[in-house]
């Protein structure tokens, strides 16, 4: 037995050491790696920029004694940058950039990238450190309003026009709504490939040179639109015209009220004309610190009238509003065809002078790390900032710092919903992935910020889950029924359209549409099933 002890406490040892050999080579294998375990003092460079006030703390997470870099107050600007040892080629092989954000007070306006910039002699001062110092890659969680994406973009030197042009990835994945710590990977390998991960997950693949997945393309189009022609001043590109003969009919009138009083109505019987809707309230006493100087002259809070409950009306009668039958609004000539319609004018393509071909991206070495962003909220926390030159090294950081705090996090948070008596949305997660999916389908994307906005709430407030996914569904299936039936009712209504015009042409010399005026009243009466809208007794 003591043996088998001896033996089991040698392999415990020797496992112990192995784990710290792989923790002590990935370290090795990063090019760099701060994990905000020592303060950030004389490491960091805080921006003396007057705009940058905001305060950077080096604090722990909530919940761990791990500690990262924290944003402490809400509505300022924050600026701060870290010098690599040696700057970083983008160019060769395989580059993984990595770090930690937690959105601590949870989302709701604010952001958590990171700027990767290239060397100083482009431009910039660490103490200078501000929005417009040069940077090679953004990469980070961005929301505010409709913003919400975990931005790429590029920034390239284009080789024809010295410029350097921002290329931003292509639907970019979406911030996760919750308080956790989450680990965004970015993975740039030789053969162009671009990999957007999420807690390890891959949430967005692309291809550096497609111009499916950069806008604008980092290659750019062969051709262009000739930014030197003009249109030529008699192209006609009218579809239909008012009708040049048509003349406005004599009995016409333009000036004739919507409404007019209905001469046939009657005052109710038991009307009372010299009684008022409210009197004064015969209880009510002045105050007896009320001052007339001061307060001006003191008088009784109204009442309604008891009298007037029981009578049909009270106060001055007047006739009602009636729906004026000679009303026909301002008069519009009917629209023709246009014959002298040459189409949608556009500009000739021309080669284009900026066009150039690339094998691969021309990335401008990174030779620092910057945090430059202006937030509306506090609690954002920076962690395990991480460039590698293998994805392996990367996933081990992942397990080895982000993922305890993780799990914690997230059993925290379900025992915190079952406290609550919220339902645990878990079952629900799967729902969500395809709601999701189901937002990026192009018929949909009319609807895609309503869908979206729903299933945040959804995520957000567990107790309102199911009512907001009956909600969604019934936004997608009012958005199939109109894809379905639209194409079914809309050519006889345009036809029916097209019969009144013309009868109104002939009879009226009018374009058949609606005046403005005619088109609200009518609205008017739908909302109100085709009724006159309900009157006060005084209108009666």
């Known amino acids: 037995m003591i043996m088998m002890g001896h033996f089991a406490l040698l392999v415990f040892l020797a496992f112990a050491s192995m784990q710290l050999l792989c923790i002590a080579a990935d370290h090795d294998a990063a090019i760099f790696y701060d994990s905000f375990e020592e303060p950030f ?94 940077y090679s890659i953004m990469f980070g969680p961005d929301i505010c309003g409709l913003t919400n994406k975990v931005h790429f973009i590029l920034k390239q030197k284009n080789p024809k026009s010295g410029e350097y042009v921002e290329h931003h990835l292509i639907d970019p994945p979406r911030v996760p709504s919750d308080k956790l710590s989450h680990v965004y990977t970015a993975i740039l390998k030789p053969d162009n490939e ?61 000036n004739a009220p919507m409404e007019i009083e209905d001469m046939e109505a009657v005052k109710p019987e038991g009307w009372l004309d010299d009684e008022s809707e409210e009197i004064d309230d015969p209880e009510a006493t ?126 925290k948070q379900k025992a915190e919903e079952e406290a609550a008596g919220s339902d645990d949305l878990g079952g629900f997660q799967t729902v969500f992935d395809v709601l999701y999916k189901f937002a990026d389908i192009p018929f949909l994307s009319k609807y895609k910020l309503q869908i979206l906005d729903f299933i945040e709430k959804a995520e957000k407030q567990p107790n309102l889950t199911i009512g907001v996914l009956v909600s969604i569904v019934v936004v997608i299936l009012t958005a199939i029924f109109m894809l379905i039936f639209s194409g079914k009712k809309q050519q006889p209504r345009v036809e029916k ?17 609606k005046p403005a005026e005619e088109e609200k009243e009518e609205e008017k009466e739908n909302e109100t099933g085709g009724a006159a809208p309900r009157q006060r007794r005084r209108d009666t």
Request: aromatic content about 10%; hydrophobic content about 30%; glycine content about 8%.
């Open 41 to 134: 003092n004389g490491r960091w460079i805080v921006s003396d920029k007057d705009d940058y006030k905001g305060i950077w703390e080096h604090s722990k997470s909530e919940g761990h004694d791990d500690y990262g870099l924290l944003v402490t107050e809400k509505a300022r600007k924050y600026a701060i940058v870290k010098e690599l040892e040696e700057p970083v080629n983008l160019r060769d092989g395989t580059t993984v950039l990595q770090y930690e954000a937690r959105f601590q007070n949870g989302l709701e306006c604010g952001g958590a990238y990171l700027k990767y910039l290239r060397p100083q002699e482009a431009g910039w001062k660490p103490k200078e450190f501000d929005n417009g110092s040069p």
């Open 286 to 411: 002045k105050p007896e610190d009320w001052d007339d100087e001061e307060d001006g002259v003191w008088e009784a809070p109204k009442i309604d009238n008891p009298k007037c409950q029981t009578a049909s009306g009270c106060g001055e009668w007047k006739r009602p509003m009636k729906r004026n039958p000679a009303f026909k609004g301002i008069w519009n000539p009917p629209l023709v065809d246009n014959p002298n319609y040459k189409g949608i004018w556009k500009p000739r393509d021309i080669p284009n002078p900026n066009y150039f071909e690339l094998d691969k991206p021309y990335f401008d070495p990174i030779a620092a790390i910057g945090i430059e962003i202006w937030t509306m909220q506090e609690g954002i926390l920076f962690d395990n900032i991480l460039i590698a030159k293998d994805e392996n090294v990367a996933e081990s950081y992942r397990d080895t710092t982000w993922k305890p705090k993780f799990v914690v996090e997230k059993e």
């Open 497 to 513: 359209k097209t019969e009144v015009a013309a009868d109104t042409s002939n009879d009226q010399g009018s374009s058949g549409e």
């Open 194 to 254: 671009i990999s957007i991960l999420i807690d390890g997950e891959v949430k967005k693949k692309g291809n550096f040179l497609s111009a499916q997945d950069f806008d604008p393309p980092i290659i750019p189009a062969k051709t262009i639109p000739d930014p030197n022609e003009k249109k030529p001043e008699d192209w006609d590109d009218r579809v239909r015209i008012p009708d040049p003969n048509a003349v406005k009919p004599d009995d016409w009138d333009e």
